[in-house]
């Protein structure tokens, strides 16, 4: 990931997944069965039911995929390449890893060692799979994920149990946190993380800071990752470094009021432009289509906001036009697409082809 400056900054940087072994494609010169994949879940919407003509070729090659070549690297392996790392650290040291083991699809072993599922049948865990594909309701996948988080856990844990052993956890700053949620099945008929689906079941993403001699306490003041290098600034009693967004507080720990920076977050693709601006009691979204959009798209909605304070799962929709200054603020940023600078830098065929198996097209 080179090519997309994932190693930016740092002295040494390693991507474990891509490399020279890929099974994922057939031999006969060209078929590619992750591209046939795709186009089956694509058709697996059209059913109400997970068992559909498509289901049998998806769990077919979901099960050749945990025989051969999972497209993610397990959570154990990561934290051995990265535990090794830490031991030739002999100075102060910053190092961040990023677990894919809850990324569908989840792989049925990792499920399994999860220990949370009723059922260890790798071929039942690929159908609940096919069924969360197919955006067809499966409770039992939710039990899956818990599964697969229990897992990721337990390999967290197995590096704060080196750093103990190696004399280095009271003097570590740990940061636990994600890229985004996950919305599995919680509305509007989805699982994944869609683009323009900017409500919290995305956005609210953990963060753990665990930070030597300091007492556990919960802090409530919405903060966004754009804001990950001021906390990792405050705790460390560095200078801030240059980075575009700042929270404009003292300490990123004090609460929010009315002259707080708000927390932004967003989504674009060639579609259009979605925002969403919080302040410390009320969230707004706002959507912005380039063209006339399906009245089913995401896009098409009016702009909502919702009192997170007293109404954390955003059930009970407010109208966004009673909140002018959080829509102003929202639509100052819209962004027109075409606007945007492209990437240069490409992909490898190996990455070309994980993302592939991963739902992407690239």
């Known amino acids: 990931m080179t090519e997309r400056n994932f190693d930016s900054g740092f002295e040494s940087f390693r991507n474990l997944r891509a490399g020279p072994t890929d099974h994922s494609k057939s031999s006969d010169g060209g078929f590619d069965f992750a591209d046939l994949m795709y186009d089956f879940r694509e058709r697996m919407r059209n059913y109400s039911s997970v068992l559909n003509p498509y289901t049998l070729p998806y769990v077919s090659y979901r099960y050749l995929q945990h025989l051969r070549d999972w497209p993610t690297i397990p959570g154990e392996k990561l934290t051995e390449?990265?535990?090794?790392?830490?031991?030739?650290?002999?100075?102060p040291f910053f190092a961040w890893t990023h677990f894919m083991d809850l990324h569908a699809p989840l792989n049925p072993r990792l499920i399994r060692e999860g220990g949370l599922c009723a059922s260890d049948r790798i071929v039942k865990h690929l159908l609940w799979d096919a069924a969360r594909a197919g955006r067809v309701h499966e409770p039992r996948y939710d039990t899956m994920y818990d599964s697969a988080l229990r897992y990721v856990d337990r390999c967290i844990g197995s590096v704060v149990e080196h750093l103990?052993?190696?004399d280095q956890w009271d003097d570590?700053?740990?940061?636990?946190?994600?890229?985004?949620?996950?919305?599995?099945?919680?509305?509007?008929g989805v699982y994944g993380h869609p683009r323009h689906h900017l409500y919290d079941d995305l956005l609210h993403v953990p963060l753990l800071v665990r930070i030597p001699g300091e007492d556990a306490r919960r802090v409530s003041t919405p903060f966004s990752l754009a804001w990950l290098h001021e906390l990792i600034a405050e705790v460390l009693d560095l200078p801030d470094g240059d980075f575009p967004t700042f929270s404009g507080r003292e300490s990123i720990f004090d609460p929010m009021d009315d002259e707080s920076t708000p927390v932004i977050s967003d989504s674009i693709?060639?579609?259009?432009?979605?925002?969403?601006?919080?302040?410390?009691?009320?969230?707004?979204i706002s959507h912005a289509p380039i063209d006339e959009v399906d009245d089913s798209s995401p896009?098409?909605?009016?702009?909502v906001a919702f009192d997170y304070v007293q109404d954390p799962g955003e059930r009970v929709?407010?109208?966004?036009?009673?909140?002018?200054?959080?829509?102003?603020q929202a639509k100052g940023l819209h962004t027109d697409p075409a606007e945007l600078s492209s990437i240069d830098g490409k992909f490898s065929e190996d990455v070309e082809q994980r993302l592939k198996d991963l739902g992407y097209r690239t």
């Open 269 to 284: 693709d060639e579609r259009g432009h979605t925002v969403s601006v919080r302040n410390s009691q009320t969230k707004l």
């Open 172 to 188: 570590t700053v740990l940061i636990v946190t994600g890229d985004h949620g996950e919305v599995l099945f919680d509305r509007d």
């Open 299 to 303: 896009l098409a909605a009016p702009d």
């Open 164 to 166: 103990k052993a190696q």
């Open 81 to 91: 390449a990265f535990v090794e790392d830490l031991k030739n650290q002999s100075e």
């Open 317 to 328: 929709s407010l109208d966004g036009n009673d909140y002018p200054d959080l829509q102003d």
